[in-house]
């Protein structure tokens, strides 16, 4: 009798379930089982949402059904009794445009599954011939692990997945050209890349996502060996010559803009040239290519700190009401000008409304952007470096057939990183080169090493993708064998031009009187707190003295010589004197501000600070 | 000697602090790679940083026993001391359980295991006598004891756990007396996990010149400031060559001695040696601005600014390396 009451409460636990929607509590349901199966047909009939997904714990008894948002999921052939639902004739109605993915959805044949679906419910086949009656679900292509740019990543299944990580995220940061209407879109920032290439190794998802159409990247002579000193550490060496005929070159937008806005009382910006008597007024020299109505002439070349629209701000504050009716107005100068580091072109001009109604004004500065020293390269394996060199053409090696490499990259950069995928890339694009066709690098499922090596000793080069290479400054033989190939090179959008900064002397902080932070303020670079720990450690005190005061805040004050507080000067009566003891006998003191600013935080706290002087020196 | 003196003005502390926190950063990277693997003695940062704590009790805290020199080479000698020191408590061997009915306790002794400790059921008796003051009748029965205990029900529960406390045998604190071979000298020590040098003082036949822990703290109680001192500087020292890492004993000579300076093992940080600097402006550009300022100003006192961080803030040269020296006008 014990024995029959345990089973019944074993199969209780079993069948029935908790059902849960969306996380809401809603019932029990007698046979879990039952249930899921009846929920899953019914979507794939379409008689509930295809964005429904369901999940089953037999451990806990639990049911979860999801259709709200946010989920991340992946499309699956439906496979019933060891079958998959597509068939070849669905593949050829794909093909010939009679069938569309949606359709797909909607039979059923293909389904989205969630995570918690996937691992509670599903078994899924990588390819067809593993399955077994017992799969539910069949991958459509197993490169389909990774996500939509690693994807178009050729030979990936040879890299470790660090760099694909890295390689995916750099590829988002390429210039090539990123929209075909570049011309009449007023971007706040954009790049352009000239002559884009698609590249020549290639994947099955990299056409099917029709990237081909926009490039991002050129297809780039690589030569694996240092040359002097100046590939070191991931830097690169490239042909100045290649740069010359337009390898890498991209153009820059960058887009100012303003409006004309109404304020409280009636008063208005207004957008003119400003004229001398407008407080604020700059040096005539800035605005003299404004035109009449204010805003710049398009083909002017600008250089930072040229005023790019005009415009005349009401005062910030009333000031002075008008006593006798109307005065003329004190108007303040509030023009765009060109940024630090901008210098250009103007490309456009556009005038529109803005949402609010008020007069709209966008300026577009055009830039071109020759590759140069210190620009950011990188191919599709995560191996990014920045130009070390521009080398003359003649000083570079060059092989038996006259071929010059664009580019040069260290060999140290490979082993450690294990980005095999980059090695055989080069050699498929040296193949693809050869027989003028594009080379298939889908991961799993691409041309084999062994066939691209064996079409490129077809070709007459050696299979190994070495070549022997004749130094460009003697003419003599290099010793050892150069892997080269043609491989997919992106420039990435960390160009020099748009980051070099420098300061000498500039803008202080109105609260501590310390340099600015910040390109964008003129700024210094921190002079950090482990910085001066070193100079410390140097024994250095003058040269400390020097950055933490003479070069930062340093401020004289006036300290009483009686009390030791701070003093004031009375302009008036030309006279230093202690607001406290009002004391004369006043001292002018060297020390920093933000000292100053700590002695006034300390009499905030009620407490009051006393400085006793002593001789200089001693 | 003299030619190799450090030079006055020589800013030793910076460097001493950089040449450990140097290396300190790169453990950070290691020492959390070996995630995973059951650690035995914390080493590497977290054992670093437990130990410029100052921490009264370490993460895993080790006695080394050494017995006098006639026995340092018996292995035999050592283990008997080693299953004499290590410590069994009542619980360990026996389990309890309350009868609040009849208001006793029952204690279940596991024979077989506490045989393998030396002990039997009439040592356990014993020293529930001797270590439980107020103490009802007590009737055994081969593997179990009955204690009656006339109590209210929440004083049974107290004695329960001074009952379960009771120690059977070896020094208490002191757990997994293990002897270790040294291959190097060819002698045997225990090495007991805890501590407790009080109680191992009184061990016969134990050289206690050589007596050790790796706990500073315990080593500054029993052996003075000096010794602890030279613990402190050593646990250091073997953690850095530990990691492989390269640091000159001067450095780490320098923080031991400022940690020990003051006459007692202070850490580096807010409540040691940051904290009891003779500035206020140095005190309060490190932690708890506000606490010395106010503190300072109540007993009205000045700051010589003789100090390196105090010369910074306010502006001036400081007194180090080349601000050390002055011209005077004669």
Known sequence: ?618 | MVKKLIDSGEAVGIVAAQSLGEPGTQMTMRTFHYAGVAEQVPTGLPRLIELVDARREPAQPLTDIYLIPRYVKDKKKNEEVAIALEHVSLSDVCTVTENFVRKELRIKVDLKFAQSKGITVKNIISMLRLQLDKIGKIKSKRDQILLHVDTTYAKLRKITLKVKAVSLKGVKGLNRATVVHSEKTGEYFIRAGGFNMHDVKKVDDLDYGRLYSNNVREIEKHFGIEAARNAMLKEIKQVMDLQGLLVDVRHLMLISDAMCARGSVEPVGRHGLSGRKSSVLARAAFEETVKHLVNASIEGQEDPLNGVTENIIIGQTVKLGTGKVRLVMR
């Not at chain 1, 940024?339 to 456009?348: A, C, L």
Request: with cysteine; glycine share 10%.
């Open chain 1, 1 to 618: 009798m014990m024995a029959t009451h345990k089973t019944k409460v074993h199969k209780e636990k079993t069948t029935r379930a908790v059902v849960f929607l969306n996380g809401l509590y809603m019932g029990f349901h007698e046979n879990g089982d039952e249930l899921v199966k009846e929920v899953i047909a019914k979507r794939r009939t379409g008689e509930l949402t295809s964005n429904l997904n369901i999940s089953y714990q037999p451990s806990t008894g639990e049911i979860h059904i999801n259709t709200s948002g946010g989920r991340i999921r992946r499309p699956y052939i439906v496979v019933k009794n060891g079958k998959p639902l597509l068939t070849k004739e669905h593949i050829e109605k794909l093909k010939s445009n009679e069938l569309a993915w949606n359709d797909l959805l909607a039979k059923g044949i293909i389904e989205n599954l969630d995570a918690e679906e996937e691992g509670s419910l599903s078994l899924i086949a990588m390819t067809e011939d593993e399955l077994t009656p017992g799969h539910t679900h069949l991958e459509i292509d197993n490169s389909s692990i990774t996500g939509v740019v690693v994807s178009t990543f050729p030979y990936s299944d040879h890299n470790s997945s660090p760099r694909l990580t890295m390689a995916s995220s750099m590829t988002k940061q390429s210039l090539g050209l990123y929209s075909v209407n570049f011309n009449y879109r007023q971007d706040s920032r954009g790049h352009v890349q000239f002559y884009p290439q698609a590249p020549l190794v290639q994947t099955s998802s990299y056409k099917a996502l029709n990237f081909d159409k926009r490039p991002a990247g050129q297809n780039f002579v690589v030569a694996v060996m240092s040359y002097y000193g100046y590939n070191m550490s991931d830097a690169l060496v490239i042909n100045k010559n290649s740069i010359d005929r337009a390898l890498g070159r991209s153009v820059f937008y960058k887009t100012y803009e303003t409006e004309e806005r109404r304020y409280p009382g009636g008063q208005k910006d207004k957008l003119m040239a400003p004229t001398p008597n407008i407080v604020g007024y700059r040096e005539e020299e800035l605005y003299k290519n404004l035109d009449e109505d204010g805003i710049i002439l398009p083909e002017v070349s600008i250089k930072p700190r040229d005023v790019l629209i005009g415009k005349v701000s009401p005062p910030r504050f009333m000031e002075e009401v008008a006593t006798f009716g109307i005065t003329e107005e004190k108007r303040r100068e509030n023009s765009v000008t060109a940024k630090g580091g901008d210098y250009g072109i103007v490309d456009s001009v556009m005038l529109s409304e803005s949402l609010a109604g008020n007069k709209l004004v966008k300026v577009k500065l055009r830039s071109l952007k020759v590759p140069e020293l210190g620009d950011k390269f990188a191919s599709r394996h995560g191996q990014k470096g920045v130009l070390g060199y521009l080398c003359p053409q003649e000083d570079l090696p060059f092989t038996a057939s006259g071929i010059v490499p664009d580019l040069m990259v260290n060999p140290h950069a490979i082993p450690s990183r294990t980005t095999a995928g980059h090695i055989i890339e080069m050699l498929g694009g040296k193949v693809g080169c050869m027989s003028g066709r594009n080379i298939n690098g889908t991961m799993f499922s691409g041309e084999k090493e062994e066939d691209l090596r064996a079409e490129l000793k077809k070709y007459g080069f050696e299979e190994t993708g070495e070549e022997i290479l004749y130094d460009g400054i003697t003419g003599a033989k290099l010793k050892a064998k150069i892997f080269i190939g043609v491989i997919y090179y992106q420039r990435l959008h960390h160009l020099v031009s748009n980051k070099i900064h420098v300061r000498s002397r500039g803008p202080v902080q109105l609260l501590t009187h310390q340099p600015t932070e910040g390109k964008a303020r003129e700024g210094g670079l921190r002079f950090g707190e482990m910085e001066r720990d070193c100079l410390i450690g140097y024994g250095a005190s003058q040269v400390i003295k020097e950055r933490l005061l003479e070069q930062s805040d340093k401020t004289v004050a006036l300290v009483c010589a009686n009390c030791g507080s701070l003093g004031v000067h009375d302009y008036v009566k030309r006279r230093d004197y202690c607001p406290v003891c009002k004391g004369t006998r006043m001292e002018r003191i060297e020390m920093s501000y933000a000292f100053k600013l700590l002695l006034d935080e300390i009499k905030s706290l009620g407490i009051f600070p006393r400085l006793k002087l002593g001789e200089k020196g001693k």
